[in-house]
């Protein structure tokens, strides 16, 4: 019997109460994500299976992670034959990363990302900003995602990273369109829709603009010094609407 993927690829222990902070530049760091997407195999995906289709699969040294609590609407499976921290569909897994612990060990997300290769299509880095100063740190990581082909996802606490991950799970079979943004039908609501993709306007100016003008067209035809008038806009967001507004339609 083929032994799978997963299997065939040994992962070192990881000693998550190190305190000793890692000498390894942020450059190094970066450098060690690029040369792993070009060294590693091309594996896509990972042949296993969950005894329940519905499961969430768990490696075993998750186990104890706060953010379990927070996964109430799917069954954990703890599995140690898989690579990842989660993973939440046939192609699709989780690597988890506290920020704490990556400003500690910064060469540990470089080396998991080592041993996971290509497998899987949809590679989730889920980052829960436990620091008060995170910025520098999450730069770094934006980097090392784009180099590694890893969608970055940031939660705030435990509670919101586990209801990432069930949320991906929940969401495996469903259509793209079930996520795409609503199409108002409701001439008022496109509107304000339209207005508000002219920076800075936001919902609010557009909702004030409309009531005080009753019409696109008048806005439209409204001096820049009666748009500053309107209560909320300001002379900044006056001058913004009004050149948008009569810039030239393209035309082909």
Known sequence: MEMPIAAKIPRKEVIS???????????????AAQTT??????????????????CILVHPKQRGNPILKSI???????????????VVGRTTCVLYLSLKYHQLNPDYICQR??????MYELRVLLVQVDTPEPHAALK?????SLLADLTLMLAWNAEEAGKMIETYKLF???PPDW?????????HQKLVSALTNIKPVNKTDATTLLQNFGS?????NASEDRLSQVTGLGPRKAKKLYKTLQEPFLTK
């Open 113 to 118: 990302l080592k041993e996971l290769g290509k």
């Open 72 to 86: 109430q609407n799917c069954p954990l499976e703890f599995r140690d034959d898989i690579l990842p921290d989660y």
């Open 179 to 187: 996520i795409m943004e609503r199409v108002d039908a409701n001439p």
């Open 17 to 31: 109460n190190s305190n000793k902070p890692a000498t390894i530049q942020s450059k190094s760091i970066v450098n």
């Open 172 to 174: 495996e079979k469903r």
């Open 216 to 220: 696109l067209e008048k806005i439209i």
């Open 140 to 144: 770094t990581l934006t980097r090392i």
């Open 37 to 54: 997407t070009k060294e590693l195999p091309t594996t896509t995906g990972a042949k296993i299976t969950a005894s329940n289709p519905h």
